[in-house]
């Protein structure tokens, strides 16, 4: 079956410490995304990328890095820089980078720092 | 600045009665809008979309919205809720404008 798969599902780490989450998609989909979910503020743009070797800043891109080698791979690295960093955080892919194809999302990984 | 709101936190229906979830938009231009649900601990489904053309949509599971220019709206409706339905709710804009959620419980 085609999909998103985040690992791990769960993360707990200790304050000061980078940690990285994986996402990978068997779509053949061209842009992926990183979005972070906190209760009762709905979802936020992290970072995107329309195409290998290439991402752009969302809304709330400080403390957070992330790389596009391959297609398949789009992985987001929690850094110590970020300053509230414990929260559920999804990763998504459409088709292609345009306005009006879906968003197709992984089961999340929930990070816990302490 | 485009933006979504669902105003209301939570929406409590009966089983077998009709299910409303309220979303409203703002952007500049022709808007992209979505619906997707999402069960406990989970990632996002996509429900249906309104890119252009007829202002009524039908998506998955029964589920189907209406969009209105007029009133910046694209409601989500479903004719009769399943305690199956129970579920978070988001509305999106694009890829770049989410709702903060509605809760929908229905009750048996």
């Known amino acids: 079956d085609g999909g998103i798969t985040q690992s791990p599902k769960y993360l707990f780490r200790k304050e000061g410490q980078n940690v990285t989450l994986s996402c990978e998609q068997n779509?053949?989909?061209?842009?992926m995304y990183w979005y972070r979910q906190d209760p009762g503020q709905g979802l936020r743009l992290i970072y995107y990328?329309?195409?290998?070797?290439?991402?752009q800043k969302g809304d709330i891109a400080e403390g957070y890095s992330v790389s596009r080698e391959k297609k398949e791979s789009f992985p987001l690295t929690v850094t110590s820089a970020q300053k509230n960093p414990t929260a559920f955080y999804l990763c998504?892919?459409?088709?292609?980078?345009?306005?009006?194809?879906?968003?197709?999302f992984g089961n999340g990984t929930r990070l816990t720092v302490t | 600045a485009q933006s979504v709101a669902q105003p209301e936190d939570q929406v409590n229906v009966a089983e077998g009665n009709p299910l409303t979830v309220k979303c409203t938009y703002s952007?500049?231009?022709?808007?992209?809008l979505f619906w997707y649900v999402q069960y406990p601990n989970r990632g996002l489904q996509f429900l249906l979309k309104?890119?252009?053309?007829?202002?009524l949509v039908k998506g998955s599971y029964g589920f189907e919205a209406e969009f209105n220019k007029s009133q910046t709206s694209f409601h989500l409706k479903k004719p009769s809720a399943l305690v199956s339905d129970s579920a978070l709710y988001f509305c999106?804009?694009?890829?770049?404008?989410f709702g903060k959620g509605n809760q929908v419980v229905v009750i048996p």
């Open positions: 998504a892919s459409s088709i292609f980078s345009g306005s009006n194809s879906p968003l197709h």
């Open positions: 779509l053949n989909h061209d842009a």
């Open positions: 990328s329309q195409i290998v070797n290439d991402f």
């Open positions: 952007v500049s231009g022709n808007p992209y």
């Open positions: 309104y890119i252009t053309g007829d202002n």
């Open positions: 999106a804009l694009d890829r770049l404008a």
